[in-house]
């Protein structure tokens, strides 16, 4: 049977996730002179999840289309893929999960944007653990 295109919407399995309280913590010690500057750095089990989000290339993509806007609704994220609304929807939950991304809700769409201050920490974090590998790139 011919298959009917479907409208791209968010499902309900996907929600808000903040970032929980003991993913972060404190770190010093940023540079040996001077006073000891501090930093919100993510924890190691935060940053495998990102990283592990990140690895897909889908959700690479939209976070990178996220990026070039404040706001996007869940159907023009998925208009920009040739993936289906469901394999969307898991892709933004994943991303939602981790942190990277906020979900609000207004009826029964779904507007998502990127959580810049846990993107920054995470930045951060990255540069402080590999200073040396990140000033290559």
Same mark, same amino acid.
């Given at each position: ?28 010690? #940023? ?7 501090? &930093?919100?750095?993510? +924890?190691? /089990?935060?940053?495998?999840? $990102?990283?592990? %989000? ?8 939209? #976070? ?7 706001? &996007?609704?869940?159907? +023009?994220? /998925?208009?920009?893929?040739? $993936?289906?609304? %469901? ?51």
């Amino acid at each position: 049977w011919p298959r009917r295109a479907q409208p791209r919407t968010c499902y309900s399995d996907v929600r808000v996730n903040h970032l929980p309280e003991a993913s972060v913590s404190e770190h010093t010690e #940023l540079s040996n002179s001077g006073p000891r500057a501090k &930093l919100h750095a993510l +924890e190691e /089990g935060m940053m495998l999840r $990102i990283i592990k %989000a990140l690895a897909d290339h889908n959700r690479f993509r939209i #976070l990178r289309i996220l990026n070039e806007h404040d706001e &996007l609704s869940c159907g +023009e994220i /998925g208009a920009r893929f040739p $993936i289906g609304q %469901a394999t969307i929807s898991h892709h933004l939950k994943v991303l939602g999960d981790c942190g990277l991304v906020n979900i609000r809700r207004e009826g029964q769409f779904g507007y998502v944007s990127i959580n810049r201050p846990l993107l920054h920490r995470f930045q951060g974090t990255m540069a402080h653990l590999l200073p040396d590998k990140l000033a290559l790139l």
